[in-house]
């Protein structure tokens, strides 16, 4: 009923519109801005265990892995640790290199995924300390941690996962603080970007409606496409995978996540005037670098649909589609980007007619290998 939906057509909408309330949640009573001080006692591990971690492998399934690739970045940039980041399907058939210098941080929405949980149990027969990311109090997944940072997201339905990402998102760049601090790396760093997270709240509940009606905009102009691109480099490299995996999950589009400066070695040439492109292209390091993959997609007359920081004049000119972003920075930035995309990827799927929050062939949770 709508009721249960709080007003909302599907929970999926319910669901994005409680980002802002999800990733508060997740970081409220653990972080002092005044001091730059994070509290994780939920992490029970030795100041001398921190110092001894050498290397950190993730390991996720599905939407939990993009934010994994993600806390790639954060954790190396910050921590200095090498992060893998592993498909879980994989990570528990490979020859893995963990000792107990290891931390491995499985990150699962149900806490309940038949792979993650078997990548878990051989981390931890290896020696690896556990510190889990997951959103169910008590399931299979938190039992078998060391330790686990539950996201606040609250109960997720619809079957695309939505604020259990975003919340994911917050949990890592805590963890990714908390061990920097805890390892003495760049604490003057760490707390200019926790007044950064303590601003997303605000900025996604001002920012909602907003991308709400530009994505039904973009979605009546481009739902008949039948193959969707998107693209994106360095931190927000997984958000474009994480946008596509929404689209094609909920709208059955084919759509392709890439590197951007990968997309020269084969999906080019798929580019002709039927292919909308998603190029996440924020103002950050690796703007100009966009700039020139977005010409080769014009110069292919691919139908650029560009998320730009709000003020840049120059994309919007080249693209047929423009998406504002906020100013803010490149660690709160994934957290940020995602939301216009999930809301994307519905519109496209309402538009369509699909079952949103039930689509064919997927589980919530899959606890069979
Ligand atoms: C299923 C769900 C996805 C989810 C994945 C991993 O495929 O449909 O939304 O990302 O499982 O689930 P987990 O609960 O481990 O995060």
Redesign the pocket.
């Known amino acids: 009923s709508m009721a249960e939906k709080g007003g909302f057509r599907h929970f999926m909408l319910k669901e994005i519109y409680e980002q802002p309330q999800a990733v508060l949640n997740t970081f409220r009573g653990r972080l002092n801005p005044e001091t730059g001080e994070i509290s994780l006692p939920e992490i029970s591990l030795l100041p001398e265990e921190i110092q001894r971690i050498s290397k950190i492998f993730i390991v996720?399934?599905?939407?939990?892995?993009h934010a994994g690739l993600v806390g790639k970045y954060l954790l190396e940039r910050w921590v200095g640790i090498p992060v893998e980041v592993d498909l879980a399907s994989e990570f528990r058939y490979r020859h893995l290199l963990i000792d107990n210098h290891t931390l491995a941080i499985p990150?699962?929405?149900?806490?309940?995924?038949a792979d993650?949980l078997a990548g878990l149990r051989m981390a931890r027969q290896m020696g690896a300390k556990i510190i889990s990311i997951c959103?169910v109090l008590g399931s299979t997944i938190t039992r078998e941690s060391h330790g686990t940072i539950y996201t606040h997201a609250g109960p997720e339905i619809g079957?695309?996962?939505t604020k259990?990402?975003t919340s994911q998102l917050t949990a890592l760049l805590l963890l990714t603080f908390y061990l920097a601090q805890a390892r003495g790396t760049s604490p003057e760093g760490c707390r200019e970007l926790l007044s950064a997270l303590v601003a997303v709240p605000g900025i996604l509940e001002n920012w909602l409606p907003k991308w709400h009606k530009t994505s039904e905009e973009i979605a009546q102009r481009f739902y008949k496409a039948r193959n969707f691109l998107y693209l994106g480099r360095n931190i927000h490299f997984p958000i474009a995978l994480e946008g596509a995996l929404k689209l094609k999950?909920i709208s059955y589009i084919h759509a392709e996540g890439y590197a951007a400066g990968e997309m020269k070695h084969g999906p080019i040439a798929l580019i002709d005037e039927q292919m909308p492109v998603v190029a996440l292209a924020p103002k950050d390091h690796v703007y100009e670098k966009m700039v020139s993959n977005i010409e080769e997609v014009r110069s292919r007359r691919g139908q650029v649909i560009s998320l730009v920081t709000e003020g840049d004049e120059t994309l919007p000119e080249v693209s047929q589609a423009t998406i504002h972003l906020p100013q803010v920075v490149p660690e709160v930035s994934p957290i940020v980007a995602t939301v216009p995309l999930q809301l994307l990827a519905y519109e496209i799927a309402v538009t369509l007619g699909c079952d949103v929050d039930q689509p064919r062939n997927?589980?919530?949770?899959?606890t069979v290998e």
Do not use: D
């Not at 997927?362 to 899959?366: H, M, N, P, R, Y």
């Open positions: 996720a399934c599905g939407t939990s892995y990150i699962s929405q149900s806490g309940e995924t993650t959103n079957v695309a996962s259990a990402f999950e997927l589980a919530k949770s899959v």
